[in-house]
């Protein structure tokens, strides 16, 4: 099926999304605009492997490109000289301690190349109700009880998808990441969702998967049987040094 304007959503939150396959190729992977940002509706989308990505002033808009960018848990990669580093760090990594922080952190980070965030307010409070249901979590860096890198995003079964990360200190948004993918292989976790293509996670071990493959993995994963709920006290704390 082939179409050439994106698919308005219908207003109940619970309306199903079009079939991911069917997105735009110009632009890569629009797929629908309208809708809201309720829980159910976000998290029927990630299932689908859909994701929202507007602009303030900009009307709700979903996407899934096509190819993906994609970590395999046990493929992020801290260069030789980043690790050295490490080795002498006294941070740690923690999860859903500060998801707010974290996610207002990602918000303000200014990117290159853009201007403003395309984390609203609107979104920062989405994504605080799922985290509140335990859906959407929060990876923190910590030197001490300051907040010095983060990553947060969605799990539905055993899949995760990545929203954003920062780094308020040097390599931080690294070892939060680096952490992230330690923890969730070692729970048979096999993907993180990078959503689209970026230098910095290509260095970090990111890769191009076809969507027709990620969706095929994505389907899978999250029909697996893992309750949600805070990570605090599963994920437990990581010596950053460990990383190395």
Request: net charge neutral; with cysteine.
């Given at each position: 099926?082939t ?12 309306a199903?999304f079009p079939p991911?396959?069917?997105?735009l190729?110009?632009?890569d992977?629009?797929?629908a ?5 309720s829980p159910?509706?976000?998290l029927?989308a990630?299932a ?6 507007f602009?303030e002033?900009?009307?709700?808009l979903?996407w899934s490109?096509?190819?993906?960018m994609?970590?395999r ?9 980043f ?8 941070w740690?990594?923690?999860?859903d301690?500060?998801f707010r922080?974290?996610i ?7 990117r290159?190349?853009?201007d403003?965030?395309?984390i ?5 409070e989405?994504?605080v109700a799922?985290?509140?249901l ?5 990876v923190?860096v910590?030197d001490g ?6 990553i947060?995003g969605v799990?539905?079964?055993r899949?995760?998808?990545?929203e954003s ?6 390599g ?8 992230l993918?330690?923890?969730?292989s070692?729970w ?5 969702d990078?959503q689209v293509e970026?230098?910095h ?5 990111a890769q191009?998967?076809?969507r ?12 697996a049987?893992?309750?949600p709920g805070?990570?605090?006290a599963?994920?437990?704390e990581?010596?950053a040094?460990s990383?190395?």
């Amino acid at each position: 099926m082939t179409r050439h304007l994106p698919w308005r959503l219908d207003d109940r939150p619970d309306a199903p999304f079009p079939p991911a396959e069917t997105a735009l190729r110009d632009p890569d992977g629009l797929l629908a605009l309208g809708g809201d940002l309720s829980p159910v509706r976000l998290l029927n989308a990630y299932a689908g492997g859909i994701f929202p990505w507007f602009s303030e002033g900009q009307p709700l808009l979903w996407w899934s490109p096509d190819p993906r960018m994609v970590f395999r848990t046990d493929g992020v990669h801290l260069s030789s000289r980043f690790r050295r580093s490490l080795r002498a760090s006294g941070w740690v990594v923690r999860a859903d301690t500060r998801f707010r922080e974290v996610i207002e952190a990602c918000a303000a980070s200014p990117r290159p190349g853009q201007d403003g965030t395309w984390i609203t307010r609107d979104m920062v409070e989405a994504y605080v109700a799922l985290h509140a249901l335990g859906f959407a979590h929060s990876v923190e860096v910590l030197d001490g009880d300051r907040l010095v890198g983060g990553i947060y995003g969605v799990a539905i079964g055993r899949m995760f998808f990545g929203e954003s990360m920062f780094s308020a200190a040097s390599g931080g948004s690294k070892v939060a990441l680096a952490g992230l993918a330690h923890r969730l292989s070692s729970w048979g976790w096999p993907l993180i969702d990078a959503q689209v293509e970026n230098e910095h996670l290509l260095r970090m071990g990111a890769q191009h998967w076809p969507r027709e493959r990620f969706l095929g993995l994505v389907r899978a994963q999250v029909a697996a049987d893992e309750a949600p709920g805070a990570w605090t006290a599963r994920f437990g704390e990581i010596p950053a040094a460990s990383l190395a």
